[in-house]
Nanobody, 121 residues
């Protein structure tokens, strides 16, 4: 079984920074192939924020370009989302969605439990 654990959320003032982490654990997978960070604000649909491919290529939503950086540490089986210059509109629950290569070399999709980010004005 694979488990994704997110951490790093919290309350921060506008202009501040937070770093989210998403760590995969379990004995039945080989590695994280690619990973996405999503967010969902109250009353809104879940939206894709950032993506990192297996080779490290990254993509960002227009709303966060230049402010957020996604990165990965394969040895630690962890993906990070560094969020700078935070705005009140970044307030949301942030979720990681990992595409995992399992021990049998199949690809499976897993979600973290979500971490709350609140940006005060």
């Amino acid at each position: 079984q694979v488990r994704l654990v997110e951490s790093g959320g919290g309350l921060v003032q506008a202009g501040g920074s937070l770093r989210l982490s998403c760590t995969a654990s379990g004995s039945t997978f080989i590695r994280i192939d690619s990973l996405d960070w999503y967010r969902q604000a109250p009353g809104k649909q879940r939206e894709l924020v950032a993506h990192i491919a297996s080779g490290g290529a990254t993509e960002y939503a227009n709303a966060v370009k230049g402010r957020f950086t996604i990165s990965r540490d394969n040895a630690k089986k962890t993906v990070y989302l560094q969020m700078n210059s935070l705005k009140p509109e970044d307030t949301a629950v942030y979720y990681c969605n990992a595409h995992i290569i399992r021990a049998d070399w199949s690809l499976a999709d897993y979600w973290g439990q979500g971490t709350q980010v609140t940006v005060s004005s």
